[in-house]
């Protein structure tokens, strides 16, 4: 069992900037074989969908609607990803939850608020 805890999300204004931190824990044999890491977001309304994901080499991608703003990685060392948010839009508001693949199971955190409003 792996457990993912995400923290740094909050209220920014447009245009500015937040870093946004998950933390893995649990069985140390599972979290030494994560393979994928990924940032979801889910707006009101909307279905979740990935913002920017990541492997254990450090192969990053992004959505579309994020990339040159947000900046993926990871610490294996620490068990920890990161989410590096620049240049935030109103339409960037959304629970943005973490993600890990560790020996073909799953694993999701519990998500952490961003709001963009001014």
């Known amino acids: 069992q792996v457990q993912l805890v995400e923290s740094g999300g909050g209220l920014v204004q447009p245009g500015g900037s937040l870093i946004l931190s998950c933390a893995a824990s649990?069985?140390?044999?599972?979290?030494?074989?994560?393979?994928?890491m990924a940032w979801y977001r889910q707006a009101p309304g909307k279905q979740r969908d990935v913002v920017a994901a990541?492997?254990?080499?450090?192969?990053?991608n992004y959505a579309d609607s994020v990339k040159g703003r947000f900046t993926i990685s990871r610490d294996n060392a620490k068990n920890t990803m990161y989410l590096i948010m620049n240049s935030l839009k109103p339409e960037d508001t959304a629970v943005y939850y973490c993600?890990?693949?560790?020996?073909?199971?799953?694993?999701w955190g519990k998500g952490t608020l961003v709001t963009v409003s001014s």
């Open positions: 649990g069985d140390i044999f599972s979290i030494n074989r994560i393979d994928r």
């Open positions: 990541i492997t254990s080499g450090g192969s990053a």
């Open positions: 993600y890990a693949q560790t020996k073909g199971m799953d694993y």
